[in-house]
């Protein structure tokens, strides 16, 4: 029964090898988004931060 336990035990901790880490999968996918929605709103994006620090500054 011990032989057993061990095997299992054993080959849970082999099956998280090789998997991507899900921090990985996120960072990667938030840096996607936000390179997509730069490249469609650049323009509108700048001149609302443009706005909002003026608007802010005087």
Same mark, same amino acid.
């Given at each position: %029964? #011990?032989?057993?336990?061990?095997?299992? $035990?054993? /080959?849970?901790?082999?099956?998280?090898? +090789?998997?991507?880490?899900?921090?990985?999968?996120?960072?990667? %996918? #938030?840096?996607?988004?936000?390179?997509? $929605?730069? /490249?469609?709103?650049?323009?509108?994006? +700048?001149?609302?931060?443009?706005?909002?620090?003026?608007?802010?500054?005087?």
């Amino acid at each position: %029964m #011990t032989r057993l336990i061990d095997r299992w $035990l054993h /080959a849970r901790q082999d099956d998280e090898r +090789g998997d991507v880490p899900g921090w990985v999968l996120i960072t990667v %996918m #938030t840096a996607g988004l936000v390179a997509a $929605l730069w /490249a469609i709103a650049g323009n509108q994006l +700048g001149a609302m931060l443009r706005s909002a620090l003026s608007s802010v500054s005087g």
